[in-house]
């Protein structure tokens, strides 16, 4: 392993624990009470303390969230090839997806529940509406940018339009997909953690609702890392499949090939 390579691993750690010891010092610095901010010694504590209670919610939150987000990567590709082929199709959905998005998630909680009771299922829908958008939105991009006198070359030789997007249009949108893929998976957790605080029994923010209620804030934040961590977790993988499938449209750089997953 070159230096550059041995740099490159290790700068997220040392960023890592930099944080940890900055928030660690100011805690004791400036003798912040635990119920405002507990230190990372302490929530890493309660995290310890309280694991045979943690990891049930924490698999029950990954898995709701891998669901809803898997349903919207499965509806985002499609509706984002229709978009992105179709002028007709962009202007009938466009202004829905945009109006829809600008509707704050956590206001639809409330009518999920009305519909499928408290529980997972709310979960799994508020996440897929938090993750698809952008989906849609990155995927449309990357085939409605594919350039005119491509198009018309490809045209010239015989494609047909299906040809043109299933070779080149398609192919052409996955820096755009997977670029959307790690946005996509925040927020898909973002919407499974708000419905369990909301209207769930299970969960990682059901667990956080229940240790706030009861002052255990040091609880509150090991729940909070342990949602972090899964999230860095995920965009890995998403950036591990960014690698493997779209690597081609990497930059060389080491900032180019960091911010793409390279």
């Not at 799994?124 to 018309?152: M, S």
């Amino acid at each position: 392993m070159t230096p550059a390579q041995l740099r490159k691993q290790l700068t997220p750690f040392a960023s890592t624990l930099a944080l940890f010891v900055v928030w660690e010092a100011a805690c004791w610095i400036f003798r912040i009470p635990t119920f405002i901010l507990p230190k990372p010694t302490e929530s890493l504590a309660a995290l310890v303390e309280n694991w045979s209670g943690i990891w049930p919610n924490a698999l029950h939150t990954l898995l709701t969230t891998l669901v809803g987000f898997g349903a919207a990567v499965a509806v985002g590709i499609i509706l984002g090839i229709a978009v992105g082929t179709s002028a007709l199709i962009y202007d009938a959905v466009n202004p829905l997806l945009i109006g829809f998005n600008a509707i704050p998630k956590v206001a639809l909680v409330p009518i999920l529940v009305l519909w499928f009771g408290i529980g997972t299922v709310p979960a799994v829908i508020t996440a897929f509406l938090t993750a698809f958008f952008p989906i849609v939105v990155n995927v449309a991009t990357g085939i409605a940018t594919l350039e005119p006198e491509l198009a018309d070359v490809l045209r010239s030789l015989g494609a047909t339009k299906l040809d043109i997007v299933r070779k080149v249009g398609i192919p052409r949108s996955m820096p755009y997909f997977f670029a959307s893929l790690k946005i996509a998976i925040a927020l898909a957790f973002v919407g499974a953690v708000v419905s369990e605080s909301i209207a769930s029994n299970v969960g990682i923010g059901y667990l956080m609702l229940s240790a706030s209620a009861t002052f255990r804030i040091p609880l509150v934040f090991a729940g909070l890392l342990v949602i972090a961590f899964m999230g860095v977790v995920m965009y890995m993988g998403a950036a591990r499949l960014e690698r493997r499938f779209a690597s081609w449209a990497m930059r060389g750089s080491e900032i180019g090939g960091y911010m793409g997953g390279g």
